[in-house]
């Protein structure tokens, strides 16, 4: 292992280390990893040597991203009588989430479209 991905995953660990603690501390109803992602995004936008450090970790963990899955497959294997039972819940989940994801995924490619369509034209 090299000194680079110790760097890197020790920052992305501390990152949501400190998104799961302040989410604790201040009994927000967001998920820690969540906020540690956030304050992580905030800080790469804010500082230029960072992305360097987090590159080799990131590039490993994604490249092993399968391997995240393993668990939420047993899960759905260990409680698939209950899936069984509330079938038609999960499935109107399933059918109406993934219908309104492509729709604001629709929506918001058309906003962006219409605003760099328009810097386009300005800026000629």
């Given amino acids: 292992m090299s000194p680079n991905f110790l760097n890197g995953i020790t920052l992305l660990l ?5 998104g799961e603690v302040s989410t604790r501390l201040l009994n927000w109803p967001v998920p820690g990893p969540v906020l540690g992602m956030l304050l992580l995004f905030i800080t790469l936008l804010l500082s230029d040597g960072l992305e360097s450090v987090v590159e080799p970790a990131s590039s490993a963990l994604l490249s092993h991203l399968s391997l995240l899955f393993v668990p939420a497959g047993v899960g759905v294997m260990v409680h ?3 899936i069984g039972s509330a079938w038609l819940p999960i499935s109107m989940a399933l059918i109406f989430g993934t ?6 995924t629709a929506w918001v490619m058309v906003g962006m479209q219409r605003l760099l369509g328009r810097r386009s034209t300005h800026a000629a």
């Fill in 14 to 18: 501390v990152y949501q280390l400190v």
């Fill in 80 to 82: 698939v009588g209950r």
């Fill in 99 to 104: 219908l309104i994801t492509m729709a604001v």
